[in-house]
C-alpha cells in the first residue's frame, strides 16, 4: 500500500508540474517585511531565505511560482486560511506528508501530498517560506522546536 501511494504521489507530482512561464519573477515573490528593511540579517530573514530554496526544488511544481496552487488539484498556499488558521496541521502536512480532503478558502481539495523527507529544520524554514511570501504576512515564526513537537497524528 506504500508503495502504491508513493507511486500515486510521485505520479501526481510529475503531472502537475507546469511548463508555463509566470509573469512574476522568482524574486518578486518574497517581500520583506517592514520591520527587516535593515542591512541586519535575522533569524526569520535568514530562514525564509532558505525556505525559498526548499520551496523552489520541491513544492513549486504543484504549487506554482506564484504560490496559486491548481484550483481543484493542489491549494493555494498565497491568502491561504489554511496557513493561518491549521498551523500545526500544515506543519504536519509538510513534515509527514497529507491525503484525504481538506477545505481551503472555501474549496475542496482531495489528494496526496507525499512526504518530502525533510529535517525539522527544513520544514520550519518553508514553513516560513510560505507564511511570508506573496500576501502572507504571519509574524509568528516556525520554530524547529515547534516542528520537532508535531508528530504524524493529532492525539
Known amino acids: 500500500m506504500k508503495k502504491l501511494l508513493f507511486v500515486f504521489g510521485l505520479a ?10 509566470e509573469n512574476e519573477t522568482e524574486d518578486e515573490s518574497y517581500v520583506i517585511p517592514s ?4 542591512s541586519e540579517q535575522t533569524p ?13 526544488d520541491l513544492c513549486v511544481t504543484c504549487h506554482l511560482p506564484n504560490g496559486k496552487g491548481i484550483a481543484g488539484t493542489y491549494p493555494p498556499l498565497d491568502g491561504s ?20 480532503p481538506i477545505e481551503v478558502n472555501g474549496e475542496k481539495y482531495d489528494n496526496v501530498m507525499t ?8 520544514v520550519a524554514d518553508a514553513m ?6 506573496w500576501s ?13 513537537a508535531v508528530k504524524e497524528s493529532a492525539e
Open 81 to 100: 486560511n489554511w496557513l493561518t488558521e491549521k498551523r500545526e496541521e500544515s506543519i504536519r502536512g509538510v513534515k509527514y506528508g497529507m491525503k484525504g
Open 136 to 148: 502572507n504576512k504571519i509574524d509568528e515564526m516556525v520554530t524547529v522546536e515547534e516542528v520537532a
Open 35 to 38: 520591520s527587516e528593511k535593515s
Open 115 to 122: 512526504p518530502m523527507g525533510l529535517s525539522d529544520q527544513e
Open 44 to 56: 526569520l530573514t535568514a530562514s525564509i531565505k532558505r525556505g525559498k530554496g526548499i520551496y523552489s
Open 12 to 21: 501526481a507530482m510529475v503531472a502537475c508540474k507546469s511548463d508555463k512561464k
Open 128 to 133: 516560513n517560506y510560505v507564511m511570508n511570501s
